[in-house]
């Protein structure tokens, strides 16, 4: 279930199809950004925009330019719905609707410009508000993971290579890696992808500017100076050169962003996953008092949260792909063959980030760490990890280094085979009885050095010093 709540539309349509990402996943907020109501809005704020500037130029009248400003928010998507059904083009269906209730400005309505200039400059908009929401909450999820890696910096748990065990770590510095990439990706996006964000501008059909340049033949301002006076108004940059669109490529930049996200929240995902099973067991998402596991197994406590994030950052990898077509097959100034998928594959994305980081949060803020388990898991595999210890011990006292690998190789192997057995492990027991390692080594000097819990090296000052440096990033983003 997504963490967000079902809005009340979620309980009238099923008669048709509907998008998941339309009411189970991500925000009321996302929603609203990728809804026609507000792709619509943005489109009246574009046309408003630039029939101001054409009045202050002379272009057209103050009135008419005043009477759209005031019916910007006089969405109707209905009506536009009708008329795009007989002609067959959703914005001209809009600006259809639009001039419909504006008696005095209705007639200058879209004037000088074509459909990218105003659909181009407004997915990017949309992409920003989107961007700025992706940012947040993956701020608020580095904040939380900072306090959780400081909480556990210092608790020590079996660490693993190859799914094997290998030596031990601690929690907090185990958290720290997938919290350094999660760090690495808001520096990608907040840094580059949504500093650098550009609109289409004002350029016309193929790019020129021939048709501003047309309406200003008599007029002393330049079709560049209306470009950059619109372009003012929305607060949004643009590129200084595009064909019909502003290319495809910013959209799989964005993309590719947005995926390099979903991989490391799939990352922490898939193990956290990992540590629920019943080979480890020592960290548990959240699992809510009414929540049902399986509907054959009324045990199962299925980790459904980590398993959605996965779920849905695979899909979220596979859309750059379709970006990169866009990209690379938007032939000579444009093509129409992307327009289709990408009012899909945007705000699909953005959506399940979005869902992906929401849930991802409630598990870092709620996991539960079993203490128990985890002292288990390293007095069961710990001492396996310490013999490196006990040989460099032994080779400093006078050993070969190559026959106490061999001695050491053997005890291990005869002690696993008890560990796999269930029982508890023997190692020690093995080690201080074993003669030949006795020539070097103390009873006592031996089981000191299979002592693993104090066996993690810098770890801990290393993951408070990394929690401090996130709160430090995010603190002083400005």
Same mark, same amino acid.
């Given at each position: ?20 990402? #339309? ?19 943005? &489109? ?37 719905? @009708? ?9 001209? /269906? ?19 410009? +074509?459909?990218?200039?105003?659909? *181009? ?9 989107? %961007?700025?929401?992706?940012? #947040?909450?993956?701020? +608020?999820?580095?904040?939380?993971? #900072? ?68 309406? %200003? ?33 910013? *959209?799989? %930049?964005?993309? +590719? ?6 991989? #490391? %929240? ?57 970006? &990169? ?97 269930? /029982? ?11 003669? @030949? ?42």
């Amino acid at each position: 279930m997504s963490s967000a709540h079902y809005p009340v539309h979620f309980m009238t349509a099923h008669d048709s199809f509907a998008s998941p990402f #339309s009411w189970r996943y991500g925000s009321e907020a996302m929603r609203a950004i990728w809804s026609e109501h507000y792709k619509r809005r943005i &489109w009246r704020k574009i046309w408003c925009a630039l029939a101001s500037v054409q009045a202050e130029v002379g272009l057209v009248s103050r009135e008419q330019a005043e009477d759209l400003a005031k019916h910007i928010d006089d969405i109707d998507v209905a009506r536009s719905f @009708e008329i795009e059904a007989e002609i067959q083009h959703d914005l001209m /269906a809009e600006v259809k609707a639009f001039a419909e209730q504006c008696p005095v400005g209705g007639g200058i309505i879209h004037l000088g410009a +074509t459909s990218a200039d105003i659909e *181009d400059n407004a997915d990017v908009i949309r992409i920003k508000d989107s %961007l700025h929401i992706i940012l #947040s909450q993956l701020e +608020t999820l580095l904040l939380i993971l #900072s306090d959780k890696i400081e909480q556990f910096a210092d608790v020590p748990t079996m660490g693993y290579t190859h799914i094997q065990p290998a030596e031990p770590t601690t929690v907090g510095y185990r958290l720290s890696f997938y919290a350094q990439d999660m760090l690495e990706d808001y520096a990608l996006i907040k840094g580059h992808i949504y500093t650098t964000l550009r609109g289409k501008g004002l350029k016309g059909a193929v790019g020129t500017r021939a048709s501003y340049a047309e309406l %200003l033949t008599d007029v002393s301002v330049s079709p560049e100076e209306l470009e950059k006076r619109v372009m003012a108004k929305l607060d949004l940059a643009y590129y200084p050169v595009t064909g019909q669109t502003y290319p495809r490529k910013q *959209d799989w %930049l964005v993309l +590719t962003g947005l995926a390099g996200l979903a991989a #490391s %929240l799939h990352k922490l995902a898939f193990d956290l996953r990992l540590l629920q099973s019943p080979f480890s067991g020592e960290i548990v998402e959240p699992f809510a008092s009414k929540q049902v596991g399986s509907s054959a197994m009324p045990f199962k406590r299925n980790p459904i949260r980590s398993e959605k994030i996965n779920s849905l950052a695979r899909y979220v990898a596979s859309l750059p792909q379709v970006a &990169w077509m866009n990209a690379s097959q938007s032939l000579l100034e444009r093509t129409l063959d992307d327009s289709a998928n990408r009012r899909e594959i945007l705000p699909s994305a953005f959506l399940a980030l979005d869902e992906m980081l929401m849930v991802m949060r409630n598990i870092i803020q709620n996991f539960t760490f079993d203490a128990i388990a985890a002292r288990k898991n390293l007095d069961r595999f710990g001492m396996f990890s310490a013999l490196e210890r006990v040989m460099m011990a032994a080779v400093k006292a006078g050993a070969d280094r190559q026959a106490m690998h061999e001695l050491l190789r053997n005890e291990s192997l005869a002690a696993w085979e008890v560990v796999n057995a269930g /029982a508890d492990n023997p190692l020690q027991e093995y080690l201080v009885k074993n003669a @030949e390692l006795r020539k070097y080594l103390r009873p006592e000097e031996i089981t000191a050095l299979l002592t693993i819990e104090t066996y993690t090296g810098d770890a801990a000052p290393i993951a408070k010093t990394f929690a401090d440096e996130i709160r430090h990033i995010i603190q002083n983003k400005d």
